[in-house]
């Protein structure tokens, strides 16, 4: 291979490898699993409190806000809904309001904190917190 040869592959065949790299780096190939429940205390929907699911092997937790009948879904990301396949240590925070422009009004207060498992598919977690306490 002459000296011209070696040069023109690494022009032509730098951008491929740079294509494969950023797509294997930009996948997230991380396992989801929906997650939607309820949150009740004594047969009431608990709305505005914050559900978190924290992996126990670590990596990003997934976060929801009860909505007015208690219901809430997991997202794990602005554009992905549910939680990494596998243990986790969710919690049920109260306050932690928001204003129109994200920022937190109030801090966060614990009411509940529990070991789960989320499993791949579909995963329905209900909370009783009259039963937890």
Known sequence: MSFVDSR????????VCLAVLLSIGCSDGVGLGSVQGQVT?????????????????????????????????????GTQKGALVG?????ILSGGELDGRGNELSPRKEILRREVEVAS???TID?????EN
Do not use: C
């Not at 243990?87 to 919690?91: E, F, L, S, V």
């Open 8 to 15: 023109r592959l690494v022009y032509f065949g730098m951008p």
């Open 41 to 77: 205390k004594d047969g009431q929907p608990q709305p505005k409190l914050w559900v978190r699911f924290a992996p126990a092997e670590g990596g990003r937790p997934a976060e929801a806000i009860t909505d007015e009948q208690g219901r809430y879904e997991l997202a794990y990301t």
């Open 87 to 91: 243990r986790h240590q969710a919690t």
């Open 121 to 123: 598919g579909s995963n």
């Open 127 to 131: 909370f009783d917190l009259s039963a």
